[in-house]
Structures are given as structure tokens and as C-alpha cells.
């Protein structure tokens, strides 16, 4: 039949097609599952957001449709934006704040060399002097984890997302 003839004339395209959308499935998953548990929640709709995107995929394009080259770049686009934002978040929760939360759990607060011996008022006034400097040390890994805090739900807060999906709310 013709439309057969058709159909073998256009393989290499569908195959083509197939493989770019069946690609473009796996790097969602791939994304996806790269998003850390403490920010699910606030990732949810941006991941809806991609899921806006893939959606007419799965209902309104077919393989004769004349938009699937433009529907591929749009879904492709919109994957690459949401792997920048989950590494860019990633980095900012691995680098900047697990990292300084445990130095600052590793920090000793009190000096006690094994090798010395000395009265109670110099045992205190030694513990005062070392408490002033790691109380300073403390205070500057707690600004740069909350500048990190910051940074992250900037980040989070300003990525953009299509008109039908509802933002990350306040509570969240």
C-alpha cells in the first residue's frame, strides 16, 4: 500500500525521533533523581514544570506531526535549565553548607592539653580565651551558611517557570 511505501521512506526519520525522545526520557529521569530529598519539596514545581513541557509528548504529538523537531529543542532546553538549577543546588548544599556544618560540628570547645597541668583560674581563663575564638570562628561559618541558605532559595525562587504552574510557596 502507499501509505506503507510512505512510512519506509520516512524510517531513518522515526527511528531518528524515537531515539532523540526516548533520550530526552532517560536525562529526565537522570535529572530527577539527581534532586537531593531536602529539596524535593521545593523543587516540585519546577520538576512539574518540565513535566508541563514533556507533556504533549505523551498526548497530542504524533509521529506525522509537523512540530516534533520544535517540541525536542523545547523539552531538551527545558532539561538542560533544570540540570543547571539541580547541580547549582547541589553544589550549594554539598560545598558550601554540609561542608561548613561539619566543621562546625568538628569544632572543640574546650582546651584541654594532655600535657599540662594548671590551677582552676588558669584552667578558665584559658577556656575564655579559647571559647573567644571559636565563638568567632563559629559566628563566621554561621554567616556563610545562611548567605548559603540565601543563595539557594535565590536560586530556587527565581528560576522561571511557565505561566500554568504555581510557584514555590512561602511555606515551603
Not at 65 to 91: F, P, T
Not at 99 to 109: A, P
Not at 125 to 140: D, S, V
Amino acid at each position: 500500500p502507499e501509505s506503507a511505501k510512505i512510512v519506509l521512506l520516512q524510517e531513518d526519520k522515526f527511528k531518528s525521533y524515537f531515539n532523540d525522545l526516548q533520550y530526552a526520557l532517560r536525562e529526565y529521569e537522570r535529572v530527577v533523581a539527581r534532586i537531593n530529598p531536602y529539596t524535593a519539596a521545593l523543587l516540585r514545581p519546577h520538576v512539574n514544570d518540565m513535566e508541563y513541557k514533556l507533556r504533549p509528548g505523551m498526548i497530542t504529538l504524533t509521529w506525522t506531526s509537523m512540530n516534533i523537531d520544535a517540541y525536542k529543542h523545547h523539552v531538551i532546553g527545558g532539561l538542560q535549565k533544570l540540570e543547571e538549577l539541580v547541580s547549582n543546588i547541589n553544589d550549594i548544599i554539598e560545598n558550601r553548607i554540609e561542608k561548613n556544618l561539619k566543621v562546625v560540628s568538628k569544632t572543640m570547645l574546650v582546651d584541654l592539653p594532655a600535657d599540662e597541668s594548671f590551677s582552676l583560674e588558669e584552667f578558665v581563663a584559658r577556656q575564655e580565651r579559647h571559647i573567644g575564638r571559636r565563638a568567632a570562628f563559629l559566628q563566621g561559618k554561621n554567616v556563610e551558611i545562611e548567605n548559603a541558605v540565601d543563595d539557594l532559595l535565590r536560586l530556587i525562587t527565581s528560576y522561571p517557570l511557565d505561566a500554568h504552574i504555581d510557584p514555590v510557596s512561602e511555606a515551603d
